[in-house]
């Protein structure tokens, strides 16, 4: 969950979007989507999946233990066995 936490941090940081703003965007309480983000509560796949998708994140698996986020069609390549983040 930390490839995504993180790729939604830099996001919001990005487009100098807010925490409550996203989370009102994706219909969860803002202090929920806090405690996920720095990483002391869970949140549903469905959740993150709507909060990448709002940030025009696209997360595309390529092989067992990697993942490839893909932000406005530049690649950004994820090994989540070998924990490789380049966002």
């Known amino acids: 969950m930390d490839i995504f936490r993180n790729a939604i941090c830099k996001a919001l940081k990005e487009g100098k979007m807010t925490q409550r703003h996203l989370a009102e965007a994706i219909g969860v309480y803002p202090s929920n989507l806090n405690m996920f983000l720095k990483g002391t509560s869970k949140m549903p796949v469905e959740d993150i999946e709507k909060a990448l998708?709002?940030?025009?994140?696209e997360v595309v698996?390529?092989?067992?233990?990697?993942?490839?986020?893909?932000?406005?069609?530049?690649e950004k390549v994820v090994e989540v066995k070998g924990i490789k983040l380049e966002l």
């Open 61 to 74: 698996p390529k092989r067992k233990h990697t993942v490839t986020i893909m932000d406005e069609g530049a």
């Open 53 to 57: 998708d709002y940030l025009g994140l």
